[in-house]
């Protein structure tokens, strides 16, 4: 049976000296990212984003533990999708891995985790997820203040009958805006979490050309096949222009 939450938070801070509350913080992926640092010294931790708040940030400290992994062979398939939630029970199972293949592999000695930090604050969220913390409470109340300051403000200034009606709009209103609110920020994050992949899927194929430029020329390789697709566009979509007539976005590859 694997340690328990306490303990493997009192030896994730004394070994990372840091001060995590929960296992859910896990989730940003900062921490894990140097726990196998304190394995291996070659995670790029100038790379990993301690401050990281939001989940398009956490997959790009994914993206360097899935690195490391495929670098040293680790083998161990790592549910980014799941553990991005900073759902307890997904990253207490693969914390409780981790610990036990750290100590395995832990080559001794002190690490200096604040050194291979090179002094970068390592403050992570209160939770690993903005939207079941006090911040994403925070967040969703900043949401609120035009309606909420209208309702408040309704029977200060009319009637008591125009203050309830008042009331109610506002509330309906208060509401439909955070429903719609919450549809954008998880479109937000969906395109985030693709767009990520489809740029890794475009470096690869790049670094593949780079090595061997023959493949560039060939048409009919799957390589090149991929990259058309890549940039191929629908029938009747047209880049948008900006102010002076210049494509938007014209350097980037998406």
């Given amino acids: 049976m694997g340690e328990s939450r ?16 929960k296992v859910e913080q896990c989730g940003t992926g900062a921490a894990l990212c140097q726990i196998y640092d304190s394995i291996f010294l070659d995670v790029p ?6 401050n990281a708040n939001a989940e398009y940030a956490y997959l ?5 533990l899935s690195s490391t992994f495929r670098k040293h062979h680790v083998d161990r398939p790592v549910a980014v999708e799941q553990l991005v939630k900073c759902k307890m029970q997904d990253n207490l199972e693969f914390l409780q891995w981790t610990k036990r293949y750290w ?4 080559p001794g000695g002190e690490y200096d985790a604040v050194g291979r930090r090179k002094g970068v ?8 997820n903005s939207r079941t913390s006090g911040a994403g409470t925070g967040a969703a109340a900043a949401r609120r203040p035009v309606g909420a300051a209208l309702g408040a403000g309704a029977p200060r200034t009319g009637s008591r009958q125009a ?18 609110m919450d549809t954008v920020q998880g ?16 470096l690869l194929i790049q670094q593949a050309m780079e090595a061997d430029p023959a493949l560039e020329e060939d048409e009919g390789s799957l390589l090149k096949q991929i990259q ?21 976005g014209e350097e980037e590859t998406f």
Avoid at 103 to 106: A, E, R, S, T
Avoid at 163 to 180: I, M, P, R, V, Y
Avoid at 187 to 202: A, G, H, M, V
């Fill in 187 to 202: 479109l937000e994050r969906e395109r985030d979490f693709y767009f990520s992949k489809l740029r890794d899927i475009e």
């Fill in 45 to 50: 931790m100038s790379r990993v984003k301690f």
């Fill in 228 to 248: 058309t697709i890549l940039y191929s566009t629908e029938e009747g979509f047209e880049i948008p222009q900006d102010a002076e007539g210049e494509p938007v």
């Fill in 6 to 21: 306490q303990e493997l938070l009192t030896w994730l801070n004394g070994l990372l000296q840091l001060n995590m509350t």
């Fill in 121 to 128: 604050a390592a403050s992570l969220p209160a939770t690993g």
């Fill in 60 to 64: 790009e400290n994914f993206k360097i």
């Fill in 163 to 180: 203050g309830l009606g008042g009331g109610q709009a506002s509330a309906a209103l208060q509401t439909k805006n955070a429903e719609l």
């Fill in 103 to 106: 100590d395995q592999y832990f």
